[in-house]
């Protein structure tokens, strides 16, 4: 049980390139997530699926598009590359459960991505 | 005003201390709020998740005040692998969807 990975670990674009960011989960969750972490701004929602073939914007989906073309995958992608989208992007899913009449919700992270632009 | 606010810190706290962070969160409809651990180049990890009751796990315990929408943590005889970054993170359940909001975290440094 890998849980969710994303590859690759560390990459280096020049502005204008493109590149997609793959993340992988093996644990049949329906949500996943992309977020940005920049300093002193905290992690901040790109897109998110709540299932196979649906996608949403997040907090700060400009300059970024997204696939859920398989329940187990979600890509992210940059078409142009740019300076501010130099980052730590993490990629999250997740699951819910119900214990004593309350609903809970829990998170899983992939190890990031390292991102950047020059 | 951010959605969720933290004291950033750093909190240099020597091994054994107790320390408590809070958190102050501005969506009143927010339904659940949990404590996650980040460390230094890694990803977060949840801690615990906070009920209206409060809850404790070992030496962490956290508190949930709803009228006055602060969150809180507690940690109790700190050790050295305390060390992280917790970051706050309220969750709001609206129209079918979660949506995720965190704070910038707080700096932990426990010190031998």
């Known amino acids: 049980n890998a849980g969710v990975t994303q590859t690759p670990k560390f990459r280096v674009l020049k502005t204008g390139q493109s590149m997609t960011l793959l993340c992988a989960q093996d644990m049949n969750h329906e949500y996943m997530y992309w977020y940005r972490q920049d300093p002193g701004m905290g992690l901040r929602l790109i897109h998110y699926s709540v299932g196979e073939g649906t996608t949403a914007k997040g907090e700060v989906p400009d300059g970024y598009n997204v696939s859920r073309l398989k329940k187990q995958n979600f890509l992210l992608g940059l078409e142009s590359a740019a300076p501010s989208q130099t980052s730590v992007y993490f990629c999250a899913s997740s699951r819910t459960w119900t214990s004593g009449g309350a609903r809970s919700h829990e998170q899983f992270f992939g190890p990031g991505t390292r991102l950047t632009v020059l | 005003r951010k959605e969720v606010e933290q004291d950033p810190g750093p909190f240099n706290v020597p091994e054994g201390a107790t320390v408590a962070f809070n958190c102050t969160y501005s969506n009143s409809a927010s339904q659940s709020f949990f404590w996650y651990r980040q460390d230094c180049r890694k990803e977060p990890k949840l801690l615990m998740s906070?009920?209206?009751s409060g809850n404790e796990d070992g030496r962490f315990t956290a508190q949930l005040n709803r009228a006055s929408q602060y969150i809180s943590l507690l940690i109790r005889d700190s050790k050295l692998s305390d060390s992280a970054t917790y970051l706050c993170v309220v969750n709001t359940y609206t129209s079918g969807t979660y949506k995720y909001i965190f704070g910038t975290g707080t700096r932990l440094k426990v010190l031998a």
């Open positions: 906070v009920y209206s």
